[in-house]
């Protein structure tokens, strides 16, 4: 049985690194005594996987892993049996069944992550910017030059800005998150900062994840639905 | 939620942010207007390092059980966080409720290993408490130190309040009833002294005046307060079965420990009677826990953290009498489970190639022997009981089962040794190595390889070595030339790796391991210089050190290079570890007619720790 769990990592959880989160993890599901598959060998490990590294600093209200398990059992359970084994600040919202299969699992099906975004205190621009992000989503194109160890290219992101408003303080903004076109919340604000006329501030940015949608569109024409939607409670 | 006393900004700055935070599994919160006393316990080293520390995590809990006691936890920081607490004058703060360490009621220190110390004055600073006992009132925690280096704590005795001597589960109750009680009646920090000195186990410095002769040795050492004993009896558990502190779940770690997995202790003190070993002296008498209670705590420990390996934790494990029908468990019991055995070092027999064949990749794995010194003579000198024929036969078994790499541990140093025994080490990989090339070639598993280690030997306090002398570091290199040179000088040369420690950081742990109180002049100023995580080779600084020498005119050879009489008052005699003086100079005069002591299953030796009426001295005389 292979299910999705869906999981918060709040508060001081967001200074746990993404290796440490899984190896949090795979204690916490043995602390829970679930039914877990493991692979073979001298040092097996459980299979698992995770649907999109979170960064260090980031809280978030959507996390996925998928696991498979050796046997059927109730999801309810599974989330409380969990549930039960969490320190604060992680909580398991959703467990689901899912369909097996490679192609399925949670990493390959991350198209599209939400965000929200808030200044730090004492770390908003000096400049009014909230009348400007409308204009700035309205250019044609928003070119970065995107850093990598060997080389320097410009891509165009504003394709693959899919939402983004002002929301309460902050913006809310809906972003790419394929491996080919994963666009960070902090590389989008730089740009907008840059924009306005504003010199990035580093630690400027409050970012939390809200939600991790794969694509179940068809045709080019993309429809985003949460990962934990493609499986059902058992 | 807890409030971090960190705020983001310094906490997405720093390394492995996740050290400071606290909130782990297992973790214990109380409400701290409900409790008497907060105890903030200290590791000082790093959070990977003191959280991988089993002495700590039984206190922890055994402490925690008690409702008007709240003990946190605290490690020091890494020296990026160092120093922006120091720019940005952050107190330290413990892990749990993220407090000031200033606001606690004790703080008691963990003292591993001697090179820590300057890490223990970084403790101090950093909470804002002055360094020196003396500048310190009942507004300031009282400071404890305890764990092996306290069985010499004089280098540290101006700036701790009072030692516990021994094993941390028997006198901490009464102590801290001590402390509630002189709170709640008003005492001051003198009251309370006075009675903490009359709780079996505790030395409180400050009650003890030492004077010194003109050649630098001691005097005199006496109690200056009537509530001050004479002798300061080191504490332990007697019976394992009744009074020891099973843990059933030890904090997890959010990031990895060095020690990423549930220790099962199976037994205190070692029969053996290594004459350079301290632990196998001060840990006198060998106790054993029940094999059934052992497979309980295993079963309930993996529960409980979720860990995914397990090892066991004692000083000569192969000892242990149960230790078959115990590792035969844990395989059966959780092998299917996924769950990792990880094996202590075994004597090779049968037995353990056995064993290790089922729980590791005998392609990956290698074999371990610790001859400690490199001729039959020089082994007869430190009582290590194990012969070449030992080691060549259980090197020979192994090979045939098809393992094919070998460790060995040397010391160099050691008293009496001569060039010859040096060159021992290098014959003795030679002959493990000929050994390996006498199986046939379409049975051997590819090439040999024997990695040789030699560290420099340490004279440890309460051991028969206490009285030797050291060497200069220059010396030392010299001797670890010897060895290479004759390793280099051999046939099977190129199957042999050897490597060997720095000198300067072994010469300044002998100072620092036999030192007296004079000696902390020099870890305060070297600390004041910088000095800092002397443990660790990148942040070791020995040329700070030296200069700490020179300021304050102590000279290190008088503690390092000196044989000392056994007539000479030593710094720790104040303590009864259990091994009597006479024990240990029959001991030393022993080791210098080349005569080897019987391990305590074998004959008693009368070593004093019988009197403790427990553990090997009285197995199967029920």
């Known amino acids: ?234 | 939620m807890r409030k971090l006393a960190l705020n983001d900004e310094i906490m997405l700055k720093i390394d492995k942010a996740a050290r400071y935070i606290g909130g782990e599994v297992n973790s214990v919160m109380k409400d701290k207007n409900k409790v008497d006393l907060r105890f903030c316990m200290a590791f000082p080293d790093v959070y990977e390092i003191g959280m991988s520390n089993l002495g700590m995590a039984i206190l922890y809990d055994s402490f925690n059980k008690r409702e008007d006691v709240w003990c946190e936890r605290l490690f020091s920081p890494w020296t990026d966080l160092d120093q922006l607490m120091r720019e940005q004058h952050i107190p330290l703060f413990a892990l749990e409720s993220q407090d000031p360490v200033k606001d606690f009621d004790m703080l008691g220190i963990t003292l591993g290993y001697e090179m820590c110390y300057t890490n223990v004055l970084q403790l101090l600073d950093l909470s804002g408490i002055p360094l020196k006992a003396e500048e310190r009132g009942m507004d300031f925690p009282i400071v404890i130190g305890g764990g092996a280096c306290a069985y010499n704590p004089e280098p540290l005795a101006p700036f701790f309040d009072l030692f516990y001597i021994g094993e941390g589960e028997i006198s901490y109750n009464a102590l801290f009833d001590a402390y509630i009680g002189n709170k709640k009646a008003g005492g001051s920090k003198a009251d309370f002294l006075k009675k903490a000195a009359q709780v079996p186990g505790i030395y409180v410095p400050s009650f003890y005046d030492v004077t010194y002769k003109e050649d630098g040795t001691i005097a005199s050492f006496i109690p200056n307060t009537p509530e001050a004993p004479e002798k300061v009896e080191k504490q332990l558990i007697v019976d394992m079965e009744k009074d020891y502190n099973a843990l059933e779940a030890p904090v997890v770690p959010f990031i990895k420990a060095t020690q990423d997995r549930v220790t099962l202790e199976i037994q205190r003190g070692c029969i053996r009677g290594c004459r350079f070993c301290q632990a196998g002296m001060i840990y006198r008498p060998t106790r054993e826990r029940d094999v059934e209670d052992l497979k309980e705590a295993a079963r309930i420990m993996l529960k409980n953290t979720g860990h995914e390996e397990i090892s066991l934790s004692s000083l000569s494990s192969s000892d242990y009498s149960q230790l078959k029908e115990l590792v035969t468990f844990l395989i059966d019991e959780f092998r299917a489970k996924a769950v990792n055995i990880s094996l202590p070092s075994l004597r090779i027999d049968a037995f353990a190639l056995d064993v290790m064949s089922k729980v590791q990749d005998v392609k990956k794995s290698s074999l371990t022997f610790a001859p400690e010194a490199g001729s039959q003579r020089l082994r007869d000198v430190i009582n290590k009981g194990l012969t070449e024929e030992d080691i060549l036969h259980g090197a020979g078994e192994a090979f045939e089962g098809g393992w094919n790499r070998v460790k060995l541990y040397f010391m160099l140093g050691l008293p009496t040794e001569t060039e010859e025994d040096m060159k021992g080490i290098a014959h003795l990989a030679e002959k493990i190595a000929e050994r390996y090339y006498e199986i046939p070639k379409d049975r051997r598993n590819g090439k040999v390889q024997i990695n040789v280690s030699t560290s420099f030997f340490v004279p440890k306090p309460f051991t028969p070595f206490q009285w030797a002398p050291m060497y200069r570091e220059e010396e030392f290199i010299e001797k670890a030339k010897i060895v290479k040179n004759e390793i280099r000088s051999q046939l099977n040369q190129k199957s042999i790796r050897y490597n060997w420690h720095e000198p300067d950081v072994t010469v300044l742990e002998g100072f620092l391991a036999r030192g007296d109180r004079r000696s902390a002049d020099v870890i305060l100023k070297a600390y004041e210089k910088g000095a800092l995580y002397d443990a660790w080779s990148e942040n070791f600084h020995y040329e700070i050190w030296k200069e700490a020498f020179a300021e304050t005119g102590m000279d290190i050879e008088f503690y390092t290079l000196r044989e000392r009489n056994t007539d000479e008052i030593l710094p720790w005699d104040f303590i009864d570890a259990g091994v009597t003086k006479e024990f240990l100079i029959r001991e030393w005069k022993q080791a210098k007619a080349e005569t080897v002591t019987p391990n305590c299953r074998q004959r008693c030796s009368g070593c004093g720790a019988r009197k403790y009426e427990g553990g090997v001295c009285f197995e199967g005389k029920n």
């Open chain 1, 1 to 234: 049985m292979k299910v999705r769990i869906k999981f918060t990592k709040t508060g001081y959880m967001k200074f746990v690194g993404h290796l440490d989160t899984m190896r949090y993890f795979q204690k916490a599901i043995r602390r829970a005594e679930l039914p877990v598959a493991f692979s073979g060998g001298y040092s097996p490990h459980m299979i698992m996987s995770f649907a999109a590294p979170l960064g260090v600093g980031t809280t978030s209200l959507g996390e996925y892993f998928d696991m498979e398990l050796t046997e059927t059992m109730p999801t309810a359970e599974i989330q409380q049996r969990l549930n039960e084994t969490m320190v604060e600040g992680v909580t398991v919202c959703s467990v689901r069944q899912v369909e097996d299969g490679k192609a399925s699992t949670a990493m390959a099906l991350v198209a599209a992550a939400d965000y929200y975004v808030s200044f730090r205190d004492g770390k908003e621009p000096s400049v009014p910017w909230r009348e400007k992000f409308s204009e700035f989503l309205d250019q044609k194109e928003i070119v970065v030059t995107k850093k990598t160890k060997r080389s320097e290219k410009t891509v165009d992101i504003r394709p693959f800005i899919y939402k983004a408003e002002l929301l309460d303080e902050g913006i809310f903004m809906q972003l790419a998150s394929a491996s080919s076109n994963y666009t960070k919340p902090e590389l989008v604000m730089d740009t907008f900062m840059k924009w306005i006329g504003e010199e990035p501030k580093e630690f400027a940015y409050l970012i939390e994840r809200r939600e991790v949608y794969a694509d179940a569109g068809e045709n080019r024409n993309p429809r985003f639905i949460p990962l934990e939607e493609l499986g059902e409670e058992v």
